[in-house]
Nanobody
Framework: QVQLVESGGGLVQPGGSLRLSCAAS????????ATWYRQAPGKERESVAA????????NYADSVKGRFTISRDNAKNTVYLQMNSLKPEDTAVYYC??????????WGQGTQVTVSS
């Protein structure tokens, strides 16, 4: 059974940090590009950060560059998103996506991140 399970979301004050995790199972995670997306209320889902299958290349949305870091541990079938200097505009549901050559894609159920004082 294919699963992507996100964890680590929550409520944090502006300027704070959170680390999201996404644990994969049921497929060969190490062959897949992993991407974190987010969707804020009333907005479209957007790509936040992506990492290639072996972790050799990463890409970030301009809005999070220098604040967020994506990483992965293929031995643990897990991808992470370290989020620092969080802003209220980072509030959204964050989703994990695993993609193989644009042919196969899996999604997690999402985890809520709320940045508020």
């Amino acid at each position: 059974q294919v699963q992507l399970v996100e964890s680590g979301g929550g409520l944090v004050q502006p300027g704070g940090s959170l680390r999201l995790s996404c644990a994969a199972s049921g497929f060969t995670f190490g062959l897949y590009t992993a991407t974190w997306y987010r969707q804020a209320p009333g907005k479209e889902r957007e790509s936040v950060a992506a990492i290639t299958s072996a972790g050799g290349s990463t890409n970030y949305a301009d809005s999070v560059k220098g604040r967020f870091t994506i990483s992965r541990d293929n031995a643990k079938n897990t991808v992470y998103l370290q989020m620092n200097s969080l802003k209220p505009e980072d509030t959204a549901v964050y989703y994990c996506n695993a993609n193989w050559r644009e042919v196969v894609a899996y999604w997690g159920q999402g985890t809520q991140v709320t940045v508020s004082s």
